[in-house]
């Protein structure tokens, strides 16, 4: 697949969704035509999953499967022949969210979920991955002051802290695909801190320069 996958990451109120747009500009510098989706979700099907996913009670089990199924739909419809095409797919959130909040969060062993990961995409894995970091007590105050709350973001401060934990061990373990931003700073200090790292990952990734 000649594309180029980025995902991004973090906790619920990290501020991943606040610099989306500058994140789509850095790849197209590079000349890339950009798909943004997000998980769970970014079909019909997926989405009428993200609402159930979102909303109703299911034990863990349950909610690991309807992760991976919603998946293996956007994968198969989006994903794969957005890569196929050459393009960018920018995905908020993919399977690092479920390694940190049905692992880390809900504490399902994390060789159940690679099993999963190795039916539903055995092959493909991101080439980039922006995680979004900060101390939990700034992510709860910013997701606390926002809507109403969804079936994850109303779990305590504990579920949080094992997925923060996990997000890391992820990104200390696979820090050639992990750029981790300290999402704790002013927008404008992320903001430039994106801008410039991830054009030169993105140049080592590719070798290439970004087009003037
Ligand atoms: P998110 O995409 O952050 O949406 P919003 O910003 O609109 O709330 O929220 C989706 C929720 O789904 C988020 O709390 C994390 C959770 N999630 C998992 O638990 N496992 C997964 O594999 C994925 C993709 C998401």
Same mark, same amino acid.
């Given at each position: 697949?000649?594309?180029?996958?980025?995902?991004?990451?973090?906790?619920?109120?990290?501020?991943?969704s606040s610099h989306m747009d500058l994140i789509a500009a850095s790849i197209e510098a590079f000349g890339y035509e950009i798909v943004s989706t997000r998980e769970p979700?970014?079909?019909?099907?997926?989405?009428?999953?993200? #609402?159930?996913?979102?909303?109703? #009670?299911?034990?863990?089990?349950?909610?690991?499967?309807?992760?991976?199924?919603?998946?293996?739909?956007?994968? #198969?419809?989006?994903?794969?022949?957005?890569?196929?095409?050459?393009?960018?797919?920018?995905?908020?959130?993919?399977?690092?969210?479920?390694? %940190?909040?049905?692992?880390?969060?809900?504490? =399902?062993? %994390?060789?159940?979920?690679?099993?999963?990961?190795?039916?539903?995409?055995?092959?493909?894995?991101?080439?980039?991955?922006?995680?979004?970091?900060?101390?939990?007590?700034? %992510?709860?105050? +910013?997701? #606390?002051?926002?809507?109403?709350?969804?079936?994850?973001?109303?779990?305590?401060?504990?579920?949080?802290?094992?997925? +923060?934990?996990?997000?890391?061990?992820?990104?200390? %373990?696979?820090?050639?695909?992990?750029? @981790?931003?300290?999402?704790?700073?002013?927008?404008?200090? @992320?903001?430039?801190?994106?801008?410039?790292?991830?054009?030169?990952?993105?140049?080592?990734?590719?070798?290439?320069?970004? =087009?003037?």
């Amino acid at each position: 697949m000649k594309g180029l996958f980025l995902t991004i990451e973090g906790v619920d109120g990290a501020g991943k969704s606040s610099h989306m747009d500058l994140i789509a500009a850095s790849i197209e510098a590079f000349g890339y035509e950009i798909v943004s989706t997000r998980e769970p979700g970014g079909t019909p099907l997926a989405e009428t999953l993200r #609402n159930l996913l979102l909303s109703e #009670n299911m034990s863990l089990e349950t909610e690991l499967l309807l992760m991976f199924a919603a998946r293996q739909e956007h994968l #198969n419809q989006v994903i794969k022949p957005a890569l196929v095409s050459g393009k960018a797919v920018i995905c908020d959130r993919f399977t690092d969210s479920t390694f %940190a909040y049905q692992g880390g969060g809900r504490q =399902i062993e %994390a060789k159940k979920i690679q099993s999963l990961v190795e039916l539903v995409h055995p092959n493909l894995q991101p080439d980039l991955t922006l995680l979004f970091d900060l101390p939990l007590e700034i %992510a709860r105050e +910013r997701i #606390n002051a926002e809507r109403q709350l969804d079936r994850f973001e109303q779990e305590q401060e504990e579920f949080f802290k094992r997925v +923060r934990a996990a997000y890391l061990a992820r990104a200390a %373990a696979e820090s050639e695909r992990f750029i @981790v931003i300290d999402s704790g700073q002013s927008k404008a200090q @992320v903001a430039a801190f994106i801008a410039k790292t991830l054009t030169e990952r993105l140049q080592a990734h590719l070798l290439v320069s970004p =087009i003037k």
